[in-house]
């Protein structure tokens, strides 16, 4: 074998082993061949660093895809850069929040869960009276009103104020009142024996609805939230 047929090899990537024939008195080609692998190791990591380098292409697609939407969402954003957007961003789900907290507060929005709660909110220091708010939120039922308009008159209370919420087909009623009974300064002990007295009053209205569930498939085509004062049509 010369040097140039070695040489051709070599530029194939194939290298070869040559041994000494000593009948030949020459060097030959041995049989074993051992594939080149030079340059492995550095295609592997050129294909990581693509990889990476493409995933970070499209983090950082995504990142200002939210940055437009963003912008988009708040007024005048146009000139901000990214921390002065995102402080703004911040500052507007703050107020929203306290916004929200501040109107299911007010208006006694019904939650998805039903809800039974009965407290005393105030005391008359010079007489003892107690004013008491007693809430209940369901589903609507029909008959829903005239249960609880039945349920109060049979309290014996003296009704000072009663709202309704609406939100969808979940319905919350909110009653403010006083107990007649009591006249005067109660003990503690008979303010919860009326306590649960309401409370027992108003889980069985609960009941009722719990046991009828096909009245909580009425269609609501779209949700809405009404609140009024309804101590003069109910009572």
């Known amino acids: 074998m010369n040097l140039g047929e070695f040489c051709e090899d070599e530029a194939k990537g194939v290298v070869q082993s040559l041994v000494l024939d000593r009948e030949k008195g020459e060097l030959v080609k041995a049989s074993g ?9 550095e295609g592997k990591t050129i294909a990581a660093l693509k990889s990476h380098s493409e995933a970070e292409r499209r983090r950082r697609q995504r990142i200002n895809a939210h940055l437009s939407t963003l912008r988009n969402l708040v007024p005048s954003s146009d000139k901000m850069d990214k921390a002065a957007l995102l402080a703004e961003v911040v500052c507007q789900v703050k107020q929203l929040k306290e916004t929200a907290t501040d109107v299911s507060e007010r208006f006694f929005i019904p939650l ?3 809800e039974i709660k009965v ?22 039922m029909p008959h829903l009103l005239s249960d609880l308009k039945e349920t109060i008159n049979s309290l014996h209370v003296n009704l000072v104020k009663s709202e309704i919420s609406t939100l969808g087909s979940r319905v919350k009623n909110v009653f403010l009142f006083t107990n007649l009974i009591d006249g005067g300064r109660a003990t503690i002990e008979a303010r919860e024996i009326f306590l649960s007295s309401v409370r027992q009053a108003f889980s069985s209205i609960l009941d009722k609805v719990s046991a009828f569930p096909e009245y909580s498939a009425y269609p609501n085509k779209r949700q809405r939230i009404s609140c009024f004062d309804s101590s003069s049509l109910l009572f």
């Open 112 to 114: 998805d869960s039903d």
């Open 33 to 41: 061949r051992v594939e080149k692998k030079i340059g492995i190791s």
């Open 119 to 140: 407290e005393i909110i105030a005391e008359n220091a010079i007489d003892g009276t107690c004013l008491y708010r007693a809430s209940i939120c369901c589903e609507y």
